[in-house]
């Protein structure tokens, strides 16, 4: 019998201990793994292209979540919009997504040293070699990606949009 929708969503959000297990699955398994991260306060169509294209560039895509203390300092003491439970579940349930792992640092430097993914990608509002971890994917033989940013989409815009109307 196949196991629920929402039981096979919660897997797929890992601890630390729960992630090095599986990196060692896919090490085995030969699997390429492309890693991105971000807060995702208010998923919206930008993010979906986003994350949708970083997960065509290997086998198996990690995503880091800021925690909700790590938002805060980032972005301010009105955010997240949403906690990290709703986060990471909303971001497990993409398809495309095979795995969430919560950072509570100001950069996801450390979870990219233990990753050490095949690819890392971030939007191209960022240049390359300013991309955290940028030094560990190159040492590695590794590719670091922008992608192209959709147009008129971010999340600070509609908590604008929302406040104002």
Not at 26 to 45: K, M, P, T, Y
Request: some cysteine.
């Amino acid at each position: 019998m196949r196991r629920n929708t929402i039981d096979r969503i919660r897997d797929k959000i890992l601890n630390q201990d729960q992630l090095k297990k599986i990196l060692s699955q896919i090490r085995a398994e030969e699997q390429s793994v492309v890693f991105s991260n971000g807060c995702f306060d208010l998923v919206h169509l930008g993010h979906i292209e986003y994350l949708s294209k970083a997960a065509d560039l290997a086998d198996v895509f990690i995503l880091g979540l800021n925690t909700d203390e790590s938002v805060q300092r980032l972005k301010g003491t009105k955010r997240p919009l949403q906690d990290q439970k709703s986060r990471a579940m909303l971001m497990a349930s993409l398809s495309f997504i095979d795995y969430v792992v919560l950072f509570n640092e100001d950069t996801p430097y450390e979870l990219i040293q233990t990753v050490q993914p095949d690819v890392l990608v971030k939007g191209d509002d960022y240049k390359i070699e300013e991309v955290v971890g940028f030094d560990i994917v190159q040492k590695k033989g590794g590719k670091v990606i922008t992608i192209e940013l959709t147009k008129g989409y971010s999340t600070t815009n509609i908590v604008e949009k929302i406040k104002n109307s």
